[in-house]
């Protein structure tokens, strides 16, 4: 037990705060008028920030890349049973239609003395003769091109497969989430950035190798690890360099490149069908980003919890510099009244779970989770809409996104975190019950696609806004593990995508109403975390705390997260 600091100017996390009710509340002002030990130094934002927040919001572009990979490399195509050789010059349309009249899976048995003549009499008999199971075919690659489907003939009872796949990937999603949180919170940021990058681009290239369907789905489930480990460092490492209102700012600007990804991706698609030419294209930035270990800080917030404080100045006293704003005197006193004594615990799982920490946790896992769902669900609901092919349509909804993003920052600066979130996931939920509700009573098909795409906007700021939350609700020594573990209930979420569709053999409605459904359940359980955007500057605390996960926010009145370890 010791006593409590009387917090003046310095707080080493910006923007951290935790409300609790208390008779006679404190002042509050603005996030403009606080600062910590960092920004007293550096400043909330300038140059030097500007520079390091761009460069890190480039990883968001591959990583980006090889998630989306799959909607273009196992595309859907049209693919029919083989002919076989002595019947090649049969022409394809009448080979397909007399063959297998009902799939390509099962094909007429043929006889080896069979005559053109023969098929043309009998082609519309379709219950005529017997089938058996197809063994070989061949696809429309003047569509789409090879993909992994054509390649790995991923088709009739091997057509799980191609989730399979991406289920592989999306369990690496929600082991790299906990993993890469770990690391990056024990060794530091840009280390488990980079580290990661590294493997990502070693990975990216080793795809393009594969000889068998074995080799791709285990490349991809070390894909979904890395690629989650890199895009969290990556927004975790922008919002501890800068301060005040810029937090928000930067943590939303970092997702700006994700629809503009969706965009390349669909582009280039176009020109390289090749599912390996297309991968290789895409794999080209991330290499070129290795060069940025040499430019790259670690984050002097993480430094200063880990009691680093030499290193911390170096970094601070350099971007000072760079700002061109004067170095204080008394930095070395600043940075010593702040020097973190070693902890007993290091960075653990169990901490999420541990006193007032379990509640954010298991309420943010239960929003990660509905936002998921509802993100996806309709991403992939409105895909099934005829709105032209799959390149525009994945342009579209990027497009769609990119505004939804925009105004999540002035949303976030003035409203809080809490209320938008709420607010955003239960237009999401009624936008899904309008959508079915206009299906059935009015069916008209524009009516539908404009509240699905409403529902879409929605839930796009909802997804730019729950991170930012989620680090903000984390104190520095577990930020990046707190926001990694979320993308367990994140990466349950999408595993669960393909299979949610499977509700209307139940009723045709069932899985809009579950999205709907789950939508407000997240954004309602949002209300009871506490809102992290206008901190409150209390009075000093007297009451003595236990300076573990153990205890419950102290003072029992409005509290500061003030040195990084929940006090």
């Known amino acids: 037990m010791r006593k409590c600091f009387k917090m003046g100017l310095f707080k080493i996390i910006p923007s951290q705060t935790t409300n609790i009710e208390k008779s006679r509340p404190p002042p509050a002002v603005s996030e403009d008028e606080q600062t ?111 993909t992994i489907i054509s390649e790995w003939n991923l088709v009739c009872d091997r057509a799980y497969l191609t989730s399979l796949a991406e289920v592989f990937f999306l369990v690496g999603v929600g082991i790299g989430g906990v993993l890469g949180g770990w690391i990056s919170d024990r060794f530091g940021r840009k280390r488990i950035l980079m580290g990661m990058a590294v493997t990502q681009s070693v990975l990216a290239i080793l795809a393009l190798l594969v000889r068998s369907f074995v080799q791709y789905i285990i490349v991809r489930l070390v894909m979904g ?134 509640k954010r946790t298991v309420c943010l896992f239960v929003a990660w989770f509905a936002m998921t769902i509802a993100y996806y669900g309709l991403l992939l609901n409105i895909g099934n809409f005829n709105l032209g092919n799959l390149h525009v349509t994945s342009i ?12 999540s920052i002035p949303i976030l600066l003035k409203a809080g975190r809490r ?64 926001v990694g573990a979320s993308q367990i209930a994140a990466g349950l979420a999408l595993i669960g995508i393909p299979y949610l569709w499977k509700l209307t053999a139940i009723n045709d409605h069932l899985p809009m109403v579950t999205i709907a459904a789950l939508s407000v359940i997240g954004g309602a359980i949002v209300l009871v975390l506490p809102d992290t955007a206008r901190s409150n500057v209390s009075e000093p605390c007297t009451e003595n705390i236990t300076p573990t996960f153990d205890s419950t926010p102290p003072c029992n009145g409005t509290f500061t997260v003030s040195d990084d370890r929940g006090r």
């Open 36 to 146: 910590d030990v960092v920004s007293s130094v550096i400043g909330n934002y300038g140059r030097w920030q500007l520079l390091i927040t761009f460069l890190l919001a480039m990883f968001s572009f591959p990583c980006t890349f090889h998630i989306y990979l799959p909607t273009f490399t196992a595309k859907t195509t049209q693919f029919w049973c083989r002919r076989p050789e002595n019947l090649s010059h049969i022409p394809l349309d009448i080979w397909i239609k007399y063959s297998q009249p009902v799939d390509a899976c099962n094909v007429r048995v043929i006889s080896p003395n069979i005559t053109l003549e023969y098929i043309l009499n009998t082609i519309n008999q379709t219950d005529q003769g017997d089938f058996t199971q197809c063994d070989a075919w061949d696809f429309n690659r003047s569509e789409v091109g090879d």
């Open 225 to 358: 690890l890395v690629s989650v480990s890199v895009v969290y460092a990556a927004f975790v490492l922008s919002v501890e360099i800068v301060g005040g209102k810029w937090v928000t700012i930067a943590g939303v600007c970092n997702f700006f490149p994700l629809p503009l990804a969706y965009i390349i991706v669909s582009l280039l698609s176009l020109v390289l069908p090749n599912w390996r030419d297309l991968t290789l294209s895409l794999s080209i930035p991330g290499c070129v980003l290795l060069v940025l270990w040499f430019v790259l800080p670690e984050s002097p917030r993480w430094l200063l919890s880990m009691g680093r404080t030499q290193e911390a100045k170096t970094i601070l006293i350099k971007a000072a510099k760079f700002n061109k704003i004067e170095i204080p005197a008394d930095l070395d006193k600043m940075l010593m009244v702040y020097k973190q004594e070693l902890q007993d615990q290091e960075p653990s799982v169990l901490l999420l779970f541990k006193g007032y920490l379990r």
């Open 396 to 407: 579209i909804l990027a497009v769609v996104e990119i505004p939804a993003i925009a105004m």
């Open 419 to 482: 209320i938008p979130i709420f607010i955003s996931m239960l237009v999401c939920g009624l936008a899904c019950v309008a959508s079915e509700l206009f299906t059935e009573f009015i069916k008209e098909d524009w009516i539908v696609i404009v509240c699905l795409t409403i529902g879409k906007f929605a839930i796009g700021s909802t997804n730019m806004m729950l991170p930012i939350f989620t680090a903000e609700l984390y104190p520095t020594m577990i930020r990046n593990l707190g």
